[in-house]
T-cell receptor
């Protein structure tokens, strides 16, 4: 069983569109994250949720909106996509011992 | 401001050699230091981690050396193998669900 899963794996869309990425974890963790990895492979945290509550909201444009329907799911909705949003987005979950488990990533390409 | 500084950016090592990646931090509140390994097209995976109450942790061919006074920690890969070729990230954590990642090191092990 995949511990942290994301869909879709690839997403190609045009500027101005709205898209969503879904994430699910079956590890029973209370904390989930969204990270953005740019073309230089730099990993930057975007959001962190603990038990469905937003804990961290880094300086991310408000076009990005996370939604956590329950503690096993953390979805990312992006409005009015821009070229600069092209990146790989990783979902992760974390347990009480500070370990993080990352999903396989969603490669978003905005044309 | 980069909270965790990682070097080198890239590293080429002969099979059987030792790979060494270094990280440095400033914030003494950090209390957990993980290393992640990322293969192309995959999410980062936790490799090994250390807390500042020990100076070294070894798991198989991977060792973390930790120097609290110098605020530095490093990853040593002994007997490096071509299968170790990946990007390695150090990170630091100080609570509040916030991980700070280094900029990554691309390791290539030549057969």
């Amino acid at each position: 069983d995949t511990a942290v899963s994301q869909t879709p794996k690839y997403l190609v869309t045009q500027m101005g569109n709205d898209k969503s990425i879904k994430c699910e974890q079956n590890l029973g963790h209370d904390t989930m994250y969204w990270y953005k990895q740019d073309s230089k492979k730099f990993l930057k945290i975007m959001f962190s949720y603990n038990n469905k509550e937003l804990i961290i909201n880094e300086t991310v444009p408000n076009r990005f909106s996370p939604k956590s329907p329950d503690k096993a799911h953390l979805n990312l909705h992006i409005n009015s996509l821009e070229l600069g949003d092209s990146a790989v987005y990783f979902c992760a979950s974390g347990g009480g011992n500070n370990e993080q488990y990352f999903g396989p990533g969603t490669r978003l390409t905005v044309t | 401001q980069q909270q965790v500084k990682q070097s080198p950016q890239s590293l080429i090592v002969q099979k059987g050699g030792i790979s060494i990646i270094n990280c440095a931090y400033e914030n003494t509140a950090f209390d957990y230091f993980p290393w992640y390994q990322q293969f192309p097209g995959k999410g980062p995976a936790l490799l090994i981690a250390i807390r500042p109450d020990v100076s070294e942790k070894k798991e198989g061919r991977f060792t973390i050396s930790f120097n609290k006074s110098a605020k530095q920690f490093s990853l040593h890969i002994m007997d490096s193998q071509p299968g170790d070729s990946a990007t390695y990230f150090c990170a630091a954590y100080k609570g509040g669900n916030q991980f700070y990642f280094g900029t990554g090191t691309s390791l290539t092990v030549i057969p």
